[in-house]
């Protein structure tokens, strides 16, 4: 592997991403996959791991293994009884329901260390939400979207495993359906995220990296690979699964300590949740890293085109689009950024009023808009997401 160079700490996420070493500059031994050439999908996943790997060592902060501290903490509370004995015991399975007038009910029969213990972690569980929104702006929505496949897998499992504590050996019915509709929602919930990033990186490499040459459209295609990422995200989807069958088959069983090799049930609810929080840092960060500092939003090409037409028609947002600057001279540009992130430059062509996204056709000439935009005031040509200082985008 090629030794890449230092990048500065300090340098904002979507810079940091662009500079030192690129995807595309990490080389390994394929001897392998050269032999099977169906297994260089392998080869690549591992040097895309390779990529985040030196990414994650050279990017993280003390916000970020903060953050995963925060979430391990909030597994093992929820996970680990501590001597109280609530969970390890099987608690009073006379006691159920959570009906607060119903003084029988099992939520005002449970021992206030476990009640205690109880609101610990689920504030544990708000402040890492709360956090993955302060370091990952751009994937708030993700970030709860993750949260919706946890809860969801949760919720279908204690219900399922309440007709079934056997689930899935009891082959009751509706005990499958429920947990049939969780895993639906699970998946519809990883597809849209999946599909909104993607789509995403789509545009970015189309309007930010479009090059006459389309070997150089394939390299920078290339260095925006999601393959390892969505391994990743496809386990999570899976692992919120098991997470959630093997917590809710152990506090199913009434003594759960008479029962041999029960334990095993608590520490793959443990271990499957620590693994989880990882992939769910791992999952908002980088989409983030890519991003960068820029004010847009991560959505599917469809719920792009229906936002454009809003903003058109003037019903979505009446703020007005934000001019370039020269990053030389300072002087305004012909290109402008409408307040949903999206860019729109003038075209080169003399005579033309025409505009378009950089990469796209003018909608007057037909010519290809170039990426770069030239000052008029000292003909410095820069990137047009140069001449916009203060938002980098992916």
Not at 118 to 123: A, E, N, R
Not at 327 to 334: A, F, I, L, M
Request: aromatic share 12%.
């Amino acid at each position: 592997m090629t030794e890449a160079p230092e990048e500065e700490s300090e340098t904002e996420d979507g810079l940091v991403f662009h500079e030192g070493s690129r995807l595309t500059d990490l080389k390994i031994r394929q001897n392998l996959s050269i032999d099977y050439p169906m297994l260089e999908p392998l080869h690549h996943l591992k040097i895309e791991f390779m990529f985040h790997f030196y990414k994650i060592k050279t990017t993280w902060t003390m916000s970020h293994w903060t953050t995963l501290a925060i979430g391990f903490m909030a597994v093992i509370l929820s996970g680990w009884d501590f001597g109280i004995n609530e969970i390890s015991s099987g608690g009073d399975f006379y006691s159920i329901g959570i009906d607060p007038r119903d003084d029988n009910s099992g939520i005002w029969n449970i021992s206030n260390a476990a009640f205690a213990l109880s609101l610990i972690s689920f504030g544990l569980w708000l402040i890492l939400l709360v956090r993955l929104w302060a370091i990952f702006p751009l994937m708030r929505s993700q970030a709860v979207s993750l949260y919706v496949a946890l809860i969801a897998a949760e919720f279908s499992q204690y219900w399922a495993h309440g007709y079934d504590s056997k689930f899935p050996f009891g082959l009751d019915s509706f005990a499958i359906a429920i947990s049939f509709v969780g895993l639906i929602l699970i998946t519809f919930v990883c597809f849209i995220l999946q599909r909104a990033v993607t789509e995403t990186r789509d545009v970015h490499v189309e309007e930010r990296h479009w090059h006459p040459d389309p070997r150089q459209r394939e390299i920078a295609k290339r260095d925006h690979s999601l393959i390892a990422w969505s391994f990743a995200l496809v386990t999570y989807c899976v692992l919120v699964f098991i997470h959630a069958w093997s917590g809710a088959h152990y506090v199913s069983a009434r003594e759960p300590s008479e029962v041999e090799w029960w334990w095993v049930f608590k520490l793959v609810y443990t271990v499957t949740g620590l693994i989880l929080v990882w992939l769910m840092v791992h999952v908002l960060w980088y989409p983030q890293i890519m991003l960068g500092s820029a004010e847009i939003r991560i959505e599917s090409d469809r719920a792009r085109q229906v936002g454009t037409i809003r903003d058109s028609t003037g019903k979505a947002s009446e703020e007005p689009a934000r001019a370039g600057k020269c990053p030389d001279c300072g002087e305004v540009t012909p290109v402008k950024m409408r307040a949903n992130g999206e860019i729109e430059a003038a075209c080169a062509i003399d005579g033309c009023n025409g505009t378009a996204s950089p990469g796209e056709k003018c909608n007057v000439c037909g010519t290809r808009i170039s990426s770069r935009v030239i000052c008029l005031a000292c003909n410095t040509s820069a990137p047009v997401g140069n001449h916009f200082s203060d938002d980098e985008a992916w």
